[in-house]
């Protein structure tokens, strides 16, 4: 006669049962993955943004108030200057203090662009022409 035999292995299912449940995990473990890809991506927009918004605010802020101040400040010093009212160390006083506030000003506005920059990462499309 003629026979034909199959025969498993008793392990064979068990053995399954581990490739399963490795792939199992690896599944978990690119979803966790992603979650953190995620969630790392979503600070990094709320930290730009924020870093927008307080950029603007001192923009703003200088715009409103401290220019025209520094502005003033240094027209009235030049002023009581020529009428021989205040000496040139109050002047130059004056003129420092303008300078100064200037200088923060354009730093200000150095970090609003950085930052609209940084906000641009995140969008399709250019904030700055």
Not at 2 to 28: C, H, M
Not at 46 to 75: G, P
Not at 99 to 118: A, G, K, N, T
């Amino acid at each position: 006669g003629f026979e034909v035999g199959l025969s498993f292995p008793i392990w064979y299912p068990l053995e399954q049962k581990g490739r399963i449940n490795t792939t199992l995990a690896r599944q978990d473990e690119i979803r966790w993955k992603q979650q953190e890809i995620k969630l790392d991506m979503k600070k990094q927009i709320e930290h730009a943004w924020h870093s927008y918004e307080v950029s603007r605010s001192t923009i703003k802020r200088y715009d409103e108030t401290i220019r025209s101040k520094a502005e003033k400040l240094q027209s009235l010093t030049l002023t009581a200057y020529r009428l021989g009212e205040v000496d040139l160390l109050n002047l130059i006083s004056a003129q420092q203090i303008y300078l100064s506030s200037q200088q923060r000003y354009l730093l200000s506005l150095r970090d609003f662009y950085i930052q609209l920059v940084e906000l641009e990462k995140f969008l399709d499309k250019d904030l700055v022409y």
